[in-house]
């Protein structure tokens, strides 16, 4: 069931808080660690399961496309297209393995499949079966994962912390990591359109809408530039440009101009306008990702700079190297830095 | 214009001694190229390959990639010398690239590959893998109401991988009557005897108790290996077919039946001449 909980709001727990970790506001302290909790705050606009909405539309011009999962349709919205075409529908048990290998014989068979299991089983158990059965062979297969970083309160089982630096590191494989429900419904599109293997890191259930309030569209491999400002640039992917948003936002109040650059697409990244962004000269750059700081957008992004000769201040928001606790998500936000609050503070320290 | 391999009807027994003995000859000849390999696998599938290919499958050779052929998926990468050696043979690939077996930008590499080499359904060698690619084949094929089969060879050691479970759980489950494993068991891996490795008997009962229709038969009884192959392709049952082949590796060469350790066996560079020496001698006879 699913629990709806106000995130950002809590303070960081003694010894485990992050050193530049900035104020934030006391509120009383949730203590459920709610398996799938919504990412939206109160009032927050959003849409109900985008990523299962959109697959059915998808569906209805292109009879080639399958959904199969691994006992977790519920969890990854692939129910609604389950209900819309029960037929094109493959319940492949809870068996990760065997969900990639059938997710290739199909797409070599001609379909194509969007193969849906959690972030966690898909990197650790599976990887194996997509690195080989389908980005080896290029195949035609769009594996799209639930309780992607850090989404839930279980604990490491289900806290995929580390799926962009398994991912990043496979060839063929195109990496995405959309931010809301707009950036979701565009994506899958986007992604069916597109010829190859993708991973795509999803939000599921009710998903909050954030982009319709931007000149913005999804387009893969692109990174756009959702606000502009002149002392900070934060590049960020996933739900973490929300947050980014948000505190460029609070910073604002503070006289601090924040901009935001957009990068859904960790794999191929968009270096080109990354560069032409980070060449804008004098501006803090602080990427911040929910992932861990090890092998993910932040490093991706460190590595173009590097390449290019590009120096700047550069700053990670994003997870520890660490195994994370378990507890609820807003209490975890805030003791790990990803929260709104706690990436203001963070961004205040670094200016000095 | 194109021919068609198609069943039953084309060849007697009389032919797939022949064609068992050249596809025999084939191995050893790209064997030596290398001077090692896999050649004890290949000597022992060999009458597996040679019934499958001229005698069950439906294919074209100059066509590999016919939409009705029916499927032959090699889970285990490293029979790949065994594949390419029933592919000459059966004209899919030209005898003379026999000569680049292994050697460097060959479309004959020592693992199977399915984007190097024409009929080579899938990317075997990670082992575990191939009969879960074959179930998505087999569910695929049923989606496009086709008639053509899917045959995935996998070995006794592949047991040992769980995926391999994964997916010989599910075939029943989605009643897929168009899909025939066949299982070569010829108890050696990497490290032993494979029943010494870990275990795998009883296979019978454990594949019956899947759900599946099973056939066990000496894998080197061209009789009774087309006989099999009958009864699986017949079966009217909407249950998926296995046929668990026995074989003798190194099969039809006897100083190197008798060797131990003949996972990956050694062969000296004088031996390979002799190899084909007592295989030509062993057709004589």
Redesign the interface.
């Known amino acids: 069931m699913e629990a709806k909980t106000k995130p950002g709001t809590q303070p960081p727990t003694p010894g485990e808080g992050r050193a530049e970790v900035g104020q934030v506001t006391k509120k009383p302290r949730l203590t459920t660690s709610a398996m799938i909790a919504s990412l939206a705050a109160e009032g927050q606009p959003t849409r109900p399961a985008p990523f299962g909405h959109a697959l059915t539309a998808l569906a209805e011009t292109r009879p080639e496309i ?1 959904g199969l999962t691994a006992d977790l349709s519920k969890y990854t919205d692939l129910y609604v297209f389950a209900q819309a075409y029960p037929d094109r529908y ?1 319940q ?2 809870m ?1 990760e ?2 969900l ?12 194509l ?1 969007f193969a849906t299991t959690y972030a966690v089983f898909a990197s650790r158990r599976a990887y ?2 997509i690195c ?2 389908i980005a ?2 290029r195949l035609n297969v769009k594996i799209v994962c639930a309780l992607p970083g850090l989404t839930t309160g279980y604990g490491p089982s289900h806290q995929a912390t580390d799926d962009l630096a398994i991912f990043r590191a496979m060839p063929n494989l195109t990496v995405v990591d959309p931010c809301d429900a707009l950036d979701i419904e565009q994506a899958t599109h986007a992604i069916a359109d597109h010829d190859g293997p993708v991973y795509m890191r999803l939000l599921r259930g009710n998903v909050p809408l954030v982009l319709d309030r931007y000149d913005y569209r999804f387009e893969l491999g692109k990174a756009r530039l959702l606000r502009d400002g002149a002392d900070v640039l934060v590049v960020a992917a996933g739900f973490m440009t929300m947050r980014a948003l948000e505190a460029a936002d609070k910073l604002e109040k503070d006289g601090v101009k924040v901009a935001v650059l957009h990068s859904p697409t960790i794999k191929p990244l968009d270096e080109r306008t990354i560069l032409e962004q980070a060449q804008r000269g004098g501006r803090l750059i602080v990427v911040a990702e929910n992932h861990s700081v090890v092998g993910g957008l932040g490093e991706a992004v460190a590595g173009v700079l590097m390449r290019s000769g590009v120096s700047a201040r550069f700053r990670q928001v994003g997870l520890p190297d660490k195994f994370l606790d378990a507890g609820a998500l807003p209490t975890l936000h805030d003791r790990y830095g990803i929260s709104a609050d706690t990436m203001v503070g963070s961004i205040k320290n670094w200016l000095g | 214009m194109a021919t068609t391999h198609s069943g039953t009807a084309e060849l007697s027994n009389v032919n797939l001694v022949d064609r068992a003995f050249r596809i025999r000859r084939n191995a050893l000849r790209m064997g030596a190229v290398q001077g090692q390999g896999y050649i004890a696998q290949a000597l022992g599938v060999a009458d597996v390959l040679a019934v499958a290919y001229f005698h069950a499958l439906r294919y074209r050779p100059d066509d590999p990639e016919w939409e009705e052929r029916d499927r032959f998926c090699l889970s285990i990468g490293h029979y790949a010398i065994a594949l390419y050696s029933v592919l000459i043979e059966a004209g899919v690939i030209p005898e003379n690239e026999l000569e680049t077996y292994g050697t460097d930008d060959s479309r004959l590499p020592m693992s199977g ?3 190097y080499t024409p009929g080579m ?3 075997g ?2 082992l ?2 191939g009969l ?10 049923k ?2 109401g086709s008639k053509s089969l899917v045959y995935n060879l996998l070995s006794d050691g592949e047991l040992d991988e ?2 391999t479970w ?2 010989v ?2 075939a029943p ?1 989605w009643q897929l009557d168009n899909l025939i494993a066949i299982v070569d068991v010829n108890n050696q891996q990497a490290d032993g005897p494979s029943r010494s490795v870990l275990n795998f008997e009883p296979l019978h009962a454990k594949w019956d108790a899947f759900g599946w229709h099973v056939e066990r038969v000496n894998g080197n009884d061209l009789d009774a290996l087309a006989a099999a192959f009958d009864r699986a392709r017949g079966l009217k049952e909407a249950k998926p077919r296995v046929i668990i082949c026995d074989t003798r590796m190194a099969k039809g060469v006897p100083f190197l039946e008798t060797r131990e350790m003949t996972h990956f066996l050694r062969v000296d560079a004088h031996e390979w001449d002799l190899a084909l020496e007592a295989l030509d001698a062993g057709r004589v006879r």
Not at chain 1, 102 to 111: H, I, P, S, V
Not at chain 2, 132 to 141: D, K, T
């Open positions: 399958v493959y492949m048990g068996a393995q065997l990639m290998s059938a997710a290739a014989g199909m797409a070599r068979e001609g379909f499949p194996d079966f080989l059965a080896e062979e | 590959m399915a984007s359904e899938i990317t060698g990670s575990g893998h879960g690619i074959s179930v998505g084949m087999a569910l695929g094929l989606r496009k769980g995926s994964e997916a759980q599910s489950h």
